[in-house]
């Protein structure tokens, strides 16, 4: 018993440590002074008024919003026809070819940054919506296609086989039949799809414009640059859109399973 509170206590300030940074920055987007004093000196709601009066910070919203929507919409439907091409169909280096899908998640990302940028560089898609489209999409497709190659394990391929036996065409059996079968796996993808987006720093830092930068990257230079407390405020809307977009994605993953089941 005693064993077993020891570990409790020891989770609790384990989750304490990490919840800290997140939870210390929520007082200090509402200081009055012009500072990243804590415990603040006032409060004052002076830097969520600056976030949506400030043309700069909303058009880094604008920036990041746009990219991340493109970026579900492209990685969603490439990690779909990945997920089934590598689920259905059994073919020499298919263990190879699942590895490199996931390559993205192992390899650092400021090695695959740099890469991008050489290339990006060639075709001049630096600084432009298709290289950061591109660019976060090929960060963003491992997430979509471990969620629906999960949900197409849970799929009886004899309602697929019955529906061709009654005529129904790939097409329309994928429409008909896959495809509402696998969909909280493809909601929980695009949704991890998107907050890996609008979240991705690295990638973006290389590939940025002054025509074209995402709010991570604004907040990066206000904090170099000019130690602009509308940080904290914009940190603490980007973390509550996040955290509202993932428990929106852990709720698919739930329904996926009780779908399975």
Same mark, same amino acid.
């Given at each position: 018993?005693?064993?077993?509170?020891?570990? =409790?206590?020891? #989770?609790? +300030?384990?989750?304490?440590? +990490?919840?800290?940074? !997140?939870?210390?920055?929520?007082?200090?987007?509402?200081?009055? #002074?012009?500072?990243?004093?804590?415990?603040?000196? =006032?409060?004052?709601?002076?830097?969520?008024?600056?976030?949506?009066?400030?043309? @700069?910070?909303?058009? #880094?919203?604008?920036?990041?919003?746009?990219? &991340?929507?493109?970026?579900?919409?492209?990685?969603?439907?490439?990690? /779909?026809?990945?997920?089934?091409?590598?689920?259905?169909?059994?073919?020499?280096?298919?263990?190879?070819?699942?590895?490199?899908?996931?390559?993205?998640?192992?390899?650092?990302?400021?090695?695959?940054?740099?890469?991008?940028?050489?290339?990006?560089?060639?075709?001049?898609?630096? =600084?432009?919506?298709? =290289?950061?489209?591109? &660019?976060?999409?090929?960060?963003?497709?491992?997430?979509?296609?471990?969620?629906?190659?999960?949900?197409?394990?849970?799929?009886?391929?004899?309602?697929?086989? @019955?529906?061709? !036996?009654?005529?129904?065409?790939?097409?329309?059996?994928?429409?008909?039949?896959?495809?509402?079968?696998?969909?909280?796996?493809?909601?929980?993808?695009?949704?991890?799809?998107?907050?890996?987006?609008?979240?991705?720093?690295?990638?973006?830092?290389? /590939?940025?414009?002054?025509?074209?930068?995402?709010?991570?990257?604004?907040?990066?230079?206000?904090? !170099?640059? @000019?130690?602009?407390?509308?940080?904290?405020?914009?940190?603490?809307?980007?973390?509550?859109?996040?955290?509202?977009?993932?428990? !929106?994605?852990?709720?698919?993953?739930?329904?996926?399973?009780?779908?399975? #089941?």
């Amino acid at each position: 018993m005693t064993l077993k509170r020891a570990l =409790g206590a020891l #989770a609790a +300030l384990i989750i304490l440590w +990490l919840l800290l940074p !997140t939870l210390v920055i929520i007082p200090m987007s509402f200081n009055s #002074a012009a500072s990243f004093n804590f415990p603040p000196q =006032g409060f004052s709601l002076q830097w969520y008024e600056n976030f949506f009066t400030d043309p @700069a910070w909303l058009r #880094a919203l604008g920036s990041s919003l746009q990219v &991340a929507l493109v970026t579900m919409v492209v990685a969603t439907s490439v990690g /779909i026809m990945a997920a089934i091409g590598l689920s259905k169909v059994r073919f020499r280096g298919k263990a190879l070819l699942e590895s490199y899908f996931l390559t993205p998640l192992i390899v650092p990302g400021i090695v695959i940054a740099i890469g991008l940028y050489s290339l990006f560089l060639r075709f001049n898609l630096l =600084g432009t919506l298709p =290289g950061f489209v591109l &660019a976060h999409t090929v960060v963003a497709l491992p997430l979509v296609i471990i969620n629906v190659t999960a949900s197409l394990q849970g799929v009886d391929p004899r309602l697929e086989q @019955a529906s061709a !036996t009654l005529g129904a065409g790939r097409l329309r059996t994928f429409f008909s039949i896959t495809l509402p079968l696998i969909m909280p796996g493809v909601t929980a993808g695009a949704l991890f799809a998107f907050v890996t987006s609008f979240d991705e720093i690295i990638l973006s830092l290389f /590939i940025q414009s002054p025509q074209l930068q995402t709010l991570p990257v604004k907040i990066y230079n206000s904090v !170099t640059q @000019a130690s602009d407390p509308t940080v904290a405020a914009v940190a603490v809307i980007a973390m509550f859109t996040s955290v509202l977009v993932m428990l !929106t994605a852990q709720f698919a993953t739930r329904k996926r399973k009780r779908v399975s #089941a």
